[in-house]
Structure formats: structure tokens, C-alpha cells
């Protein structure tokens, strides 16, 4: 007969998830609790709690779980800290993937009574993320699809929340995505995405046009939003991105979980770390970079041509070349 464990919180309901680094089983309530404190500790930290009354925020809404489970949670804070909120869905144009997704966000937006755009990377970028993989497959080019997808993404959220005139952008990101985005920094030597991405918890950017980024799941292991997501019964598809396999991300997501296994609470040092180098080394890095804006679309950018600029150039010489 197997065993039940009880939750070591409330000594009272069957526990659903272990979490390791803290050494506690929990219940679903309990968890709820767990992880909706720590979205109130980020919050906090930032300084943004404090700075949300009659503001308006816009929600990047894609459909998965991290992004379901901050629209919820935010949601539930807009009427006590009285803030607005629209959710935004980027359409990749991915098949099935990106169809089954929209309709969720459709479906719990209409059920918890949030606004919502949907803006069509087709339309907005004159690509969707297929065409794009597609040339750069015949083209035999190295760059990988969520190289120009989440590019192009960040992109448009930003270009929205300005058309929007919101105060901030809303992210899903939770622990486990900053400690993969920290690691491939690292590995690609990149300091200034280091000096960036390191304070990201604690850092409003006063650059002109472009908005300021608020991550609540950003202590949240992706396991614990996981069983959060099931235990809420909130809907999930099926499919995964057929993309995501080629990214780096996937390779060091395995590593960073492996090494979690074998020592529990390791993503949480590793966190630590990105924050206090980023703190470091942040004037220094950053005090050399001068922002201006793409001399083609006017977004921010550190260089004459943003990015996403630079893609799209790139993408239409490479399909003229083969
Ligand atoms: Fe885009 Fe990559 Fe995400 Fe797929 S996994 S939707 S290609 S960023
Ligand atoms: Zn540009």
C-alpha cells in the first residue's frame, strides 16, 4: 500500500509536490501559498509593489504555463493594488502550436474577464516564425529558430506596451529560465547580457522607449509553477513548440536539472550569483554601452540597427541568395 504524505505545513491535506532545497512536502493550498509569497517577495524587492497603484500593465500571454500562471496571480493583485492590466498574445504563426495556445488565452482571459490584443508576427514583422526557419534551413545558416522568434517577440511586446502606453511589461519568466538565460551568457562570454539580465529583479531601465519589465515567477521554480498550473486545472495543450529542441536553452535546461537533482537548491545559489556579479559589474559594463535608438525603427538599441532589424534584413538577403 502506498503511503500517504501528509503536508508539513498544515499537518492536515495530502501533499502533491516535495520540494527538495526547503525539505517540504506540500499540500495544494499550502503551495499556493508558497509560491504566491514568493511572487509578493519579487514584488517587493523590486520596489514595484509599492509603485503599482493606477498603473497599467501589459501581459505577455503565450499560453503556457509560466505565462497562465503570472496572469492569474497578477490578476488576483490588480483589485487590492489597484493597477490595470491587458494581457498580449504574440502570434508565431507556429501551425496547431500557435492556434491551440491563442485559444487558451482567449479562453481564460474571457473567463477571468482580462482585455486582450492579439498581434500577428506575420503581419507585424512581415515573417512568422515557419518562413523564417525556412530560409534559414535552405540557406544553411546556423542561427536557430528561437534565436529570431524570441527576438522578435521581446520586440513586439515592447513596440505594444509603447503603443499601449503602459508602465510596465509583464513576463512569465520563472527561476529556472534566468538561471538558463545567466548559464548561456556565460558560455557565449557575453558580459553585457550578464550586466543586463543580472539585475533583473532589481532594476527599472530609464532608457526612453523602452518599457520596464516586471518578472513575478522570477523565484519560482519551474516545478513548483508546474503543479501550481495542474493543481489549478487550468487548461494546457498538448504540443510542444516543434522548435524548441534546436536551442542551446533545451541542452542546459537538462544540465541545470541534472545538477539540481544531485544537489538540491543548486539553481538557487546559482541565482544568487548572477545577481551579485550583475551588481558588480554592472556600472562598469553598462557605463561604456551608450544607448541610442535603430536607425530603421527607432526602438532602443546599443547598436545603429536593433536586432530585430538586423534579422530582418537579414532574413529577406539570405531568401534573395538561394
Ligand atoms: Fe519561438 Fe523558440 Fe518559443 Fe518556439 S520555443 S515559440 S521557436 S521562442
Ligand atoms: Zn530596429
Redesign the pocket.
Known amino acids: 500500500m502506498i503511503e500517504m504524505v501528509l503536508c508539513d505545513l498544515c499537518k492536515k491535506r495530502k501533499a502533491v509536490i516535495k520540494i527538495r532545497y526547503a525539505g517540504l512536502n506540500l499540500c495544494k493550498e499550502c503551495l499556493s501559498k508558497f509560491v504566491e509569497q514568493k511572487v509578493m517577495l519579487s514584488l517587493k524587492r523590486t520596489g514595484v509593489l509599492g509603485k503599482l497603484s493606477g498603473k497599467y500593465l501589459i501581459i505577455a500571454l503565450s499560453g503556457g504555463k509560466d505565462s497562465i500562471n503570472a496572469t492569474y496571480i497578477m490578476h488576483k493583485l490588480s483589485q487590492e493594488y489597484d493597477f490595470k492590466m491587458k494581457a498580449v498574445f504574440v502570434d508565431e504563426g507556429i501551425g496547431e502550436y500557435s492556434k491551440q495556445r491563442r485559444a487558451i488565452v482567449m479562453d481564460l482571459c474571457k473567463k477571468l474577464g482580462i482585455e486582450y490584443r492579439i498581434v500577428s508576427m506575420k503581419e507585424e514583422m512581415g515573417i512568422s516564425t515557419p518562413e523564417a526557419v525556412n530560409i534559414l534551413v535552405k540557406s544553411r545558416n546556423s542561427i536557430k529558430p528561437c534565436s529570431v522568434c524570441g527576438v522578435f517577440r521581446r520586440?513586439l511586446l515592447n513596440k505594444v506596451a509603447l503603443d499601449e502606453n503602459a508602465d510596465y511589461v509583464v513576463t512569465g519568466h520563472n527561476l529556472d529560465d534566468e538561471v538558463q538565460t545567466f548559464i548561456m551568457s556565460l558560455i557565449r562570454g557575453d558580459i553585457r547580457s550578464i550586466a543586463r539580465e543580472a539585475c533583473s529583479l532589481g532594476y527599472e531601465n530609464d532608457v526612453p522607449k523602452l518599457v520596464s519589465r516586471i518578472k513575478p515567477l522570477y523565484l519560482v521554480y519551474e516545478r513548483e509553477s508546474l503543479v501550481y498550473f495542474i493543481t489549478h486545472g487550468f487548461k494546457r495543450i498538448s504540443l510542444s513548440c516543434p522548435y524548441a529542441r534546436f536551442s542551446m536553452r533545451y541542452v542546459i535546461r537538462e544540465m541545470i536539472n541534472d545538477l539540481e537533482y544531485r544537489r538540491p537548491g543548486m539553481k538557487y545559489r546559482i541565482l544568487a550569483l548572477k545577481e551579485r556579479l550583475g551588481k558588480d559589474i554592472r556600472e562598469t559594463v553598462l557605463s561604456s554601452v551608450e544607448m541610442r535608438h535603430?536607425?530603421?525603427?527607432?526602438?532602443p538599441?546599443s547598436r545603429d540597427?536593433?536586432?530585430?532589424?538586423?534579422l530582418k534584413e537579414l532574413l529577406v538577403k539570405l531568401s534573395q541568395n538561394y
Open positions: 520586440y535603430c536607425k530603421i525603427c527607432g526602438m538599441s540597427i536593433c536586432r530585430a532589424c538586423e
